[in-house]
């Protein structure tokens, strides 16, 4: 080893060097590394995310110079009348300087990247100028004058002499960010300076705007930043020779160095031999220190992912998606002392140190070993993991998070002891939510690897029943990282399974899941969706004479309609106790379906029927198992016979109305559905498509055929469960009919039932609360294609919806909550 470095010989902390190495000048150069060649382009995440801010940022200029034009003119006319009163000697000289220096300036950076052999970087930094000055002359010489007004003229100001974009500006900002001028502050401040009096006096000479100076920077960095991210930015990652010059800065004298193969979301690693302290070399094969290599521009690599799940999971410890290298480099130091310092076992932190400036390397103590994941089943036996929870209680004791306890990041040496690596995420002073994920994420990973059986007994001697009991609420697919959650894909029941040794340890410790989730993804498909609906719906019902419709209305067809809105949750309860053979009270089934309609306002109107009609049944007696596959019976019965009856009734309306010729089965959707049919089939002959098909249709129909003999032996049940079907499709069809005749529209039955079947099956599809946005404009664009007029057919929909889905909100409120008091549901 190094000088100054000190072995460990105990199992606890070890001891952190008291005396660092003396850097010795020019070690690390000429070591030979074995690692595959470095690519000469990358694609950089962070130029694709700030080509896209760029984008927004111009977005937004031209909203604001659309919608606030005045304001933008004001500003531009105090900037005017200030700048009048200034000297005209400097406003001269500010004229002349930036005239020149605005492309002095770039020159000389570029000759200068030139000497240092960056010759490529200069090139694609050319390149972005020639768009950037292509596309101006574009937009001012030929898009403004050929298509006079919209949002590009509202950029220009003062007459045909000034430009929506600023045609000298742009090109330079464009060069200027495709070059890259970080860790240059003279010389981005001199660029910099010279944009800003070339900006000033565009402005004086009214030949350019606020506005239009703001798109001019946005629009250059658009163009410099997807430059370079579509050529490519010569890759800046040191090589392994520079890194072993870092090395020798620490005081290190390496000999050889490998590169070691990682994982892709993990940073780059060598293996490095080095000196003993006498000076001579070590054997071939022997290596002392691990040294990873955090590299500036992988900072932003998984942005995305990291923002996402900070907004989604609720955290009692504010934490960053995006950290500077400078940051990385300073929580993986002190997270990796802070673990030695509670006495959990772990690679020694050697020392860190800056690789030019586009890199940090941190060289720990090697650790001849093999990941968790890559021991064979028969050697990771109970002294192993109890081993691996003992070191893992010590990380609890100090208050550390790990963060990513997955089976990589458990390393065992060849003398069988565990050691805990990869501890760039880790949190120090955590949180009691923290410790608790770190504990359902490392019961996760260890079941994974053996058993939920193995994984809680090695565990509860070491934690404590009652510290796995508090972990059962955690016990979420949410909570752990992406690679255990792709992993429980193979094993869904393995969270359910450890929760159940626990409860057999510990059985008081039964407790609800802790709501991680500040939202779900459904929640935002829901707001899209009814963003959406209302682009569609509130266009149509601003052209529509509301109050005159109303004046005009019938509504005693109204009150038709509400007494089939009502005989619709007979019909339902009919339906549910049709497939179901235990016996079933049908009032009390009745108040089940009413309050669904109110369970429907928070969830998709499918689900929510399912999900309160299996907690009924199960509440009535039946065990889970029957009791979905009742549920379970009832849908399928019902997909089956609105299919039918949409096929049946869309030929018939196709056949015997001209009105109604829109709706009907053409040549063309005989093609298309055949073709569905054809792709579908060859879908299926794809192994993993074919499972993904099999087993969702498993879990959503699992027991149905058994379910649907035992209905069968009843012709009674048989009866009353498709008379309930049909019965149910009948009064939504006549509460539709007498919303259209209220207000003196009139169409053929079978067309309203079309309508119906269509519009039910896409608020069935859609992920909205109740269908809500999907289902009235399915209705609405169906309605008019059958002949109603726009104003007739909103109205009507606005009234069935009324009817269906409003009106019964507060008697659905009213009856979930006696079937709660009651225990029956």
């Given amino acids: 080893m190094s000088q100054g470095v000190t072995h460990d010989t105990t199992e606890g902390a070890p001891e952190i060097r008291s005396e660092a190495p003396e850097p010795r000048l020019g070690a690390g150069l000429g070591v030979p590394v074995d690692e595959p060649p470095r690519p000469d382009r990358i694609r950089r995440p962070a130029d694709a995310f700030r080509f896209v801010g760029a984008i927004l940022g111009l977005a937004a200029v031209l ?39 605005v492309l002095a300036v770039p020159v000389a950076f570029a000759i200068e990247r030139l000497f240092h052999k960056d010759g490529v970087r200069v090139a694609i930094a050319l390149l972005a100028a020639v768009i950037a000055f292509g596309l101006t002359i574009v937009l001012d010489d030929w898009v403004v004058p050929a298509a006079p007004g919209g949002v590009l003229d509202s950029l220009i100001w003062g007459g045909t002499d000034t430009a929506p974009v600023h045609t000298d500006i742009t090109p330079v900002i464009a060069f200027v960010t495709a070059v890259g001028m970080a860790g240059r502050a003279r010389w981005q401040a001199v660029t910099w300076t010279m944009i800003g009096l070339a900006a000033l006096t565009g402005l004086t000479a009214s030949y350019a705007s606020v506005a239009a100076l703001a798109a001019t920077y946005f629009l250059g960095r658009t163009i410099g930043y997807g430059t370079l991210y579509a050529v490519g930015t010569p890759n800046p990652r040191p090589a392994g020779s520079a890194v072993m010059a870092g090395l020798g800065r620490l005081g290190f004298t390496p000999l050889r160095a490998r590169r070691v193969e990682n994982a892709a979301d993990e940073p780059r690693a060598y293996d490095v031999a080095v000196e003993h302290e006498s000076g001579h070399p070590l054997p071939t094969g022997d290596w002392q220190l691990r040294v990873n290599v955090l590299d500036r521009d992988q900072q932003t690599a998984g942005l995305l992912y990291r923002v996402w799940r900070l907004l989604r999971l609720r955290s009692a410890t504010p934490r960053r998606a995006l950290r500077s290298l400078r940051r990385s480099l300073e929580q993986e130091s002190l997270m990796a ?26 060289a720990y103590e090697h650790v001849p070993g093999r990941r968790l994941e890559a021991l064979p089943d028969d050697e990771i036996t109970d002294d192993l993991l109890t081993d691996v929870w003992r070191q893992f209680q010590r990380l609890q004791a100090g208050r550390l998070a790990h963060r990513r306890l997955e089976a990589e990041a458990v390393l065992v040496s060849d003398d069988g002891r565990a050691h805990l690596t990869d501890l760039r995420a880790g949190e120090t002073a955590a949180g009691d939510l923290a410790l608790r994920l770190d504990l359902a994420q490392l019961l996760a990973t260890l079941a994974l690897r053996t058993s939920a059986e193995r994984a809680v007994a090695t565990a509860s001697p070491v934690l404590g029943k009652s510290t796995l009991a508090a972990v059962v609420p955690m016990l979420q697919r949410v909570a752990l990282t992406r690679n255990t959650r792709t992993a429980l894909r193979h094993e869904k029941d393995l969270l359910t399974r450890i929760r159940e040794q626990i409860l057999r340890l510990e059985p008081e410790s039964e407790a609800p899941p802790i709501r991680l989730e500040r939202f779900r993804p459904r929640t935002i498909v829901s707001i899209v969706a009814l963003t959406f609906a209302a682009y569609i719906i509130f266009p149509q019902l601003s052209s529509v004479d509301l109050v005159k419709l109303a004046s005009s209305a019938e509504w005693w067809w109204a009150g038709i309609g509400l007494a089939a809105a009502a005989v619709t949750y007979v019909a339902a309860a009919w339906m549910l106790i049709g497939f179901v053979p235990e016996r079933l009270p049908l009032w009390r089934t009745v108040l089940v379906q009413l309050a669904a309609s109110f369970v429907k306002l928070v969830a998709p109107a499918a689900v929510a029927g399912v999900a309160l009609n299996t907690r009924y049944l199960q509440r009535s007696g039946v065990r889970p198992g029957p009791a979905v596959a009742s549920v379970g019976a009832s849908q399928l019965m019902g997909m089956v016979t609105h299919i039918l009856l949409l096929i049946m009734f869309g030929f018939i309306t196709g056949s015997t109305n001209n009105a109604t010729k829109d709706l009907a089965p053409s040549r063309m959707i005989v093609i298309v559905l055949l073709t569905l049919a054809i792709l579908a089939g060859v879908a299926l002959t794809i192994p993993k498509v074919r499972r ?35 019965l149910l499709s009948a009064a939504f069809v006549v509460c539709l009919d007498a919303s259209i005749r209220a207000f003196g529209g009139t169409l053929p039955l079978t067309a309203v039932i079309v309508v119906f079947l269509t519009a039910n099956a896409v608020g069935s599809a859609a992920p909205t609360p109740g269908g809500l946005g999907a289902v009235e404009a399915s209705l609405t664009l169906a309605l008019t294609l059958a002949g109603l007029t726009a104003e007739t057919a909103t109205s009507a929909v606005l009234l069935y919806r009324l009817l269906t889905l409003w009106l019964p909100v507060l008697p659905g409120w009213a009856a979930f909550t006696y079937l709660q008091r009651k225990e029956a549901i």
Wanted: aromatic share 4%; glycine share 12%.
């Fill in 63 to 101: 909203l604001l110079v659309s919608i606030a034009k005045g304001t933008t003119h004001g500003i531009q006319t105090d900037i005017v009348e200030g700048t009048a009163h200034a000297p005209r000697f400097l406003l001269t000289l500010a004229t002349l300087v930036s005239s020149f220096g």
């Fill in 337 to 362: 002392y802070a673990v030695h310092a509670a006495g959990a076992r772990t690679p020694r932190l050697m020392g860190t140190a800056e690789v030019g400036t586009e890199a940090a390397l941190l």
């Fill in 692 to 726: 993904f098909v099999t087993t969702r249709l498993k879990s959503m129909f699992s027991g149905v055929v058994p379910r649907l003999m035992d209905v069968l032996q009843s012709p009674k049940k048989m009866i009353m469960g498709m008379g309930g079907i049909l």
